[in-house]
């Protein structure tokens, strides 16, 4: 079990330029789970996904994030354009399918986005 | 809607101290519910969980949990803190009304000293 991977580990861009964070849930999941973290607010899901759909993107901050998961086995978070407010770590995170409401999830380690 | 609420941001303990991290929730019956541990630099990794059935749960490190529907709380323990459980700590609840989005606490900060 490989676990959730996300890349890259760290992104440093200037404000304007587009970003595109990568994952790759676990082999077998069906949920997928972008969260971002910050100090001033902590935890903030952004979108889930469930077999590869949208279901909730209501903590997408606007127009200027995006994701989508065309397969099972990636998932991207775009911003364009990027923003100082948007430096965050960005997690995703996968679930097992089944009952939903008792599957833990299963982290990857984070994208650290700084954008100057 | 459901609802975490960890009490304190920061908890300070010395080495061999008792640990103690709070959290309460909101929630309708049956609410899942879970600890994570999340060291520096890393994502979060599951501690323990309660679903049904005895409602002391053990997880691993040695922590463990108990699941008071009267309080509605899901305290975090661990008799004797180590240098190596400093880390931040989230409870977090899913199934409640419906809902299989899980639903974080705002995490607490362990601090062990030597």
């Known amino acids: 079990d490989a676990g959730v991977i996300q890349s890259p580990r760290h992104e440093v861009t200037e404000m304007g330029q587009e970003v595109t964070l990568r994952c790759k849930p676990i082999?077998?999941?069906?949920?997928l789970f972008w969260y971002r973290q910050t100090m001033m607010r902590g935890l903030e899901l952004l979108i889930y996904?469930?077999?590869?759909?949208?279901?909730?993107d209501s903590g997408m901050p606007e127009d200027r994030f995006s994701a989508k998961m065309p397969n099972a086995s990636f998932s991207t978070l775009k911003i364009q354009p990027s923003e100082p407010r948007d430096s965050a770590v960005y997690f995703c995170?996968?679930?097992?399918?089944?009952?939903?409401?008792?599957?833990?999830?299963?982290f990857g380690n984070g994208t650290r986005l700084t954008v100057t | 809607a459901q609802s975490v609420t960890q009490l304190g941001s920061h908890v300070s303990v010395s080495e061999g101290a008792l640990v103690l991290l709070r959290c309460n929730y909101s929630?309708?019956?049956?609410?899942?519910l879970f600890w994570y541990v999340q060291y520096p630099n890393q994502g979060l990794q599951l501690l323990l969980k309660y679903t049904t059935g005895a409602t002391l749960v053990k997880g691993i490190n040695g922590f463990e949990a108990e699941f008071k529907k009267s309080e509605t709380s899901f305290h975090l323990t661990k008799p004797s803190a180590h240098m190596s459980d400093a880390a931040e700590y989230f409870c977090a609840v899913s199934g409640s009304g419906g809902s299989y989005i899980p639903t974080f606490g705002r995490g607490t900060s362990l601090i062990v000293h030597p």
């Open positions: 929630s309708s019956v049956p609410p899942y």
């Open positions: 996904f469930n077999n590869n759909v949208p279901i909730d």
């Open positions: 995170a996968s679930r097992a399918a089944g009952r939903l409401y008792n599957s833990p999830l299963h």
């Open positions: 082999s077998g999941h069906n949920s």
